[in-house]
């Protein structure tokens, strides 16, 4: 909590109803105790939580589109294509650790920045339901999800 007092006294938190009492410092060691309006109350309240995690797709913009269909939560990549997820996550404390999981395991393929995954040469192994987990001290937050099937390249 902080508090403002009308006068200029060094304020205590020694709070008796809707007042303040404010210690004066003019003798040197005994503190003059009196009554003054509070002027002002804040009080700062740090919220913390457990990540919030959305799971999306960077378009990768090399030769076109890879993506040939995205509806919904599944897409379609072309044999060969590149595909890059994102997994953006937002919390207090900030997220200490960002792992990104293929069909509930951890993804083997943490190619990249701490918060995206890149697929280079995507074969049809690559395929299946995407997630990401974003960490802290308050706990784990899942992601949506988004599946990826792998079409033949003819």
Known sequence: MHFVCRDTHRCALRVSGHTLLCASNSDANVPQWRETTVTDVSILILMYSVPKAR?????????GH????????????????????KCAARSRPP????????????SGNTRGARDTLRLSSVTRRDAGLYTCLASNTEGDGHSNAIMLRVTCES
Do not use: C, R, W
């Open 55 to 63: 799971l999306s797709v960077l378009d990768t913009g090399s030769q």
């Open 66 to 85: 890879t993506v040939t269909h995205a509806g919904g939560a599944s897409l379609m990549v072309k044999e060969g294509g590149e595909i890059v997820f």
């Open 95 to 106: 997220p200490y650790n960002i792992t990104f999981m293929i069909n509930g395991k951890v």
